[in-house]
């Protein structure tokens, strides 16, 4: 699978009830025709926490291939068709973040190959989502620490990372579709088997010394506010799952 090195964190606000017609919608219509593209959707997810909340991700293999690949996709007849249609799903859909791999780190190599995906038996798992907002300028050094110290640590307490982001800074050449400029971010993926296995992480990272007074008091340090976390499940096309 060739690496991509941008990527788009996508949240979209939904009119009550319209998830479910969105994501069916989305799987049914635009999942092949932007993977033809040289796109990857590499997630989608139902928010545990807000119904009417849907997230993705996507991914492209740079900046330049991004902006001829949106281009293509959203002047394309499937989207001249179907379209309106998510449109009218949606109270908005401006909250993205523009995101690449953090040092060292390759995102989402547990997802298998698009042509696997039938070969599933069961989609599940629990992923949660975090966004650290940190000052300007300082998303490296942070990536650096979490990649060195607070990564081994959530591994040994039994979560599978699946990937590390910080902010892309690349001029959003496709202003048709907005993002959120401006912000300085940390992002990682966590996924777990069940809820019950990520309770029982979240109890043995607890009883680590060395993360309650070190790790993550130096983490939360960085932080200009609570680290935001979502609780997510994918969809049944979704290729990031336990």
């Known amino acids: 699978m060739n690496p991509h090195s941008v990527f788009e964190l996508r949240r979209y606000r ?10 069916d919608l989305f799987d049914r219509e635009f999942v092949e025709p932007q993977e033809a593209l040289g796109m990857r959707v590499e997630g989608e997810f139902r928010d545990l926490d807000d119904p009417d909340s849907f997230v993705w991700v996507r991914s492209f293999k ?9 281009a293509s996709f959203y002047s394309s007849p499937t989207w001249k068709e179907h379209g309106p249609a998510a449109n009218a799903t949606m109270l908005n859909s401006d909250n993205v973040l523009l995101l690449k791999p953090a040092v060292g780190v390759h995102p989402f190599v547990h997802n298998p190959p698009r042509d696997k995906e039938v070969s599933r038996s069961k989609v599940q798992g629990l992923i949660r989502l975090n966004i650290c907002s940190l000052a300007p300028g300082t998303e490296e050094d942070f990536a650096r620490f979490f990649r060195d110290d607070a990564l081994p640590a959530m591994r040994d307490a039994g979560a599978r990372i699946d990937a590390l982001f910080v902010t892309e800074r690349s001029k959003n050449d496709f202003p048709r579709l907005p993002v959120r400029e401006g912000e300085t971010v940390f992002v990682w993926f966590e996924c777990h088997e069940d809820q019950d296995r990520a309770t029982d992480y979240e109890r043995r990272l607890r009883r680590s010394l060395i993360w309650g007074r070190e790790i993550y008091p130096r983490m939360d340090s960085r932080c200009w506010r609570r680290i935001e976390v979502s609780h997510l499940t994918p969809t049944p096309r979704s290729l990031c799952a336990w």
């Open 14 to 23: 939904l009119l009550p009830e319209g998830r479910e017609s969105l994501i």
């Open 62 to 70: 740079d900046m330049e291939t991004r902006t001829e690949a949106l």
